[in-house]
């Protein structure tokens, strides 16, 4: 904290400050204070409410931006992103122009059609609207503004499927962006879409969520077809989270506090996936134990469907839940219901998918556990193809490329009376984009030969940068 502070200190001074200065304010708060004013987030807000998220942060300027830089890192705000959804895929750019492509029924792609797409297409209908954050799930997409903004495109319920694709609503496509006017009033950071509802989070750390709040599941009392975003409070009421991760049905949270930070959950426990201990389910947020216990630091986490990770600050990764086909990486198949260290080199990014597991390491290589990623042409670690312990992804290590940021679909779908395939996505530092996996539908941005359903990593023709 002391050298951060000095950088602080030092940046301010370099330059001139965005504000009148506060000669009470030792000089450390004044230049957290300056570097606060350039996020994005924290320019719109109005005097009183700055104010507000200051004392929610403990009464300091560096806990606020240290609040805005941990948030902006996990979900990439300013950056490039890529996300794989089921059978298809969304890019966005540094910029803020959003691409896409794949599965296409629902028109979840926004273009304005419901025709699949074998090669990345510009939304053009966003034009003028700067896109921070995506996110995707079965037939329908959420896109967050730099205004705090969020559209939807898709299926134009909240809600969810039942097994074979058949909503639970008669709602009806909706192919093109559409502001969720629900949500005006709230300035929202990030989105999060599950398998049975969705969750916004909001720039004060408040989390909204949307269908599914029977009292054992995320604890509102509403109906499946509840399109009104419903606030979650109780134990979060004066918490501050930082990120939220969707899983098919669990929600967690991660929780900024002046001492560090904490994980939530809530929802479907079987499995062990809420990290409890047991296999019970949760209608309110319940902090995780066993971090604190250990004194184990989260910096980041990620909902696959049945199973979860985290990302500490010491470059570990701790995964719970299903452990069907190795996805937690243990060596076994067993589900675990606490957090349980994978024994993998030094981490700085992770991505939980369906029944599989993407780690990123500090020198840009990529390691998989969990079901074999189709397309990759690596060698098996059993009979059944399962990779039971994180292993180095050859096929991308021979690109020679170091990556960033890496995305695998974590939910299912069906389209056109067919489940479609997994398949993932990763950026690199340079930019590029790679896709393997499923992509029958044109998820990897390029049609495939007749016949051929999968295909291994190569670059998409996409503009990121």
């Known amino acids: 904290m002391r050298y951060r502070a000095s950088k602080v200190t030092c940046t301010f001074f370099r330059n001139p400050a965005k504000f009148p200065p506060d000669l009470e304010l030792p000089l450390p708060e004044l230049a957290a204070l300056d570097m606060c004013q350039e996020r994005a987030m924290f320019k719109l807000m109005k005097a009183e409410e700055k104010e507000w998220l200051k004392q929610r942060c403990g009464g300091s300027w560096k806990l606020v931006l240290g609040y ?5 890192k996990n979900y990439r705000h300013g950056k490039s992103q890529v996300i794989a959804g089921p059978g298809c895929s969304i890019v966005v750019t540094t ?80 192919p093109t962006p559409q502001l969720v006017e629900s949500l ?42 509840d399109v009104e975003p419903r606030l979650l409070s109780g134990p979060l009421e004066d918490v501050l989270v930082a990120q939220i991760a969707a899983g098919n049905c669990y929600l967690l949270m991660l929780a900024y506090h002046p001492n560090g930070m904490s994980v939530y959950s809530m929802g479907c426990g079987l499995g062990g996936k809420l990290g409890h201990g047991n296999t019970g389910n949760e ?53 675990m219901t606490l957090p349980t260290a994978v024994e993998t080199l030094k981490a700085v990014h992770v991505s939980a998918g369906y029944y599989t597991t993407f ?21 098996e670690d059993d009979e059944s193809g399962d990779i039971l312990a994180p292993k180095l992804v050859t ?33 690199t530092n340079s930019g590029k984009m790679y896709a393997f996996g499923g992509g029958s539908k044109g998820q990897l941005g390029v049609k495939l030969a007749e016949g051929k359903e999968a295909m291994p990593p190569f670059q998409v023709a996409v503009d990121i940068i």
Request: contains cysteine.
């Open 68 to 72: 805005i830089l941990v948030g902006e």
């Open 283 to 335: 209608g309110t947020p319940l902090q995780i134990e066993h971090f604190q216990t250990f004194n184990i630091r989260p910096m980041s986490i990620s909902a696959g469907a049945f199973h979860a990770a985290v990302l500490s600050s010491d470059g570990r990764i701790f995964t719970w839940g299903w452990g069907i086909h190795g996805c937690l990486g243990h060596g076994a198949e067993e589900y």
């Open 359 to 379: 780690v990123i390491t500090d020198n840009g290589e990529v390691y998989t556990f969990g079901q074999k990623g189709l397309g990759l042409q690596d060698g």
């Open 184 to 225: 005006k009033g709230i300035f929202v950071v990030q989105a999060s879409i599950g398998g049975f509802f969705s969750a916004v989070l909001s720039r004060e750390g408040q989390v909204y969520t949307f269908s599914w709040g029977h009292p054992d599941r995320l604890g509102h009392g509403t109906e499946i077809a």
């Open 395 to 427: 096929s991308l290590a021979g690109l020679e490329e170091r990556f960033v940021q890496i995305s695998s679909t974590n939910a299912g779908d069906w389209v056109d009376d067919k489940l479609v395939l997994s398949h993932t996505v990763a950026l």
């Open 95 to 174: 910029k803020g122009d959003v691409y896409s492509f794949g599965a296409n029924s629902w028109g979840q792609l926004g273009l304005g059609d419901t025709e699949h797409k074998f090669k990345p297409c510009l939304i053009r209908s966003l034009q003028g609207i700067r896109i921070t954050q995506a996110a995707v799930g079965s037939r329908r997409t959420m896109l967050v503004s730099d205004t705090g903004s969020v559209y939807k495109f898709g299926h134009s319920t909240f809600g969810p499927f039942d097994y074979y694709g058949t909503a639970a609503t008669n709602e009806v496509s909706c």
